[in-house]
């Protein structure tokens, strides 16, 4: 059974920083591009940002370009986002997925696995 457990969101002020973990099980971790996506209330989900499966190539949002960076550690079957100077406008839930595609993927059909997702809010 595949599992995504993401972690580490939270209330911060703007301006400051969180960083998200998304532990994958149940899945060959190292074959999957891995992508974060949020939605809002009342808002459809978004593409935030995405990664190969190796690492070796990354798309981000313009919304959270130059703010945000995903990694990934193949060997822990973990993705991190980290989020730096936050915005109000960033308050969301962060999910994490696993696409099989073999090129990123920006569309949420795309995405094959989900978490539960987790709560980013950031208070101004």
């Known amino acids: 059974q595949v599992q995504l457990v993401e972690s580490g969101g939270g209330l911060v002020q703007a301006g400051g920083s969180l960083r998200l973990s998304c532990a994958a099980s149940g899945l060959t971790f190292s074959t999957y591009g891995m992508g974060w996506f949020r939605q809002a209330p009342g808002k459809v989900r978004e593409f935030v940002t995405a990664?190969?499966?190796?690492?070796?190539?990354?798309y981000y949002a313009d919304s959270v370009k130059g703010r945000f960076t995903i990694t990934r550690d193949n060997a822990k079957n973990t993705v991190y986002l980290q989020m730096n100077s936050l915005k109000p406008e960033d308050t969301a839930v962060y999910y994490c997925?696993?696409?099989?595609?073999?090129?990123?993927?920006?569309?949420?059909?795309?995405?094959?696995?989900w978490g539960q997702g987790t709560q980013v809010t950031v208070s101004s």
């Open positions: 990664i190969s499966w190796s690492g070796g190539s990354t």
């Open positions: 997925a696993a696409s099989g595609y073999s090129t990123i993927a920006y569309s949420p059909r795309q995405y094959t696995y």
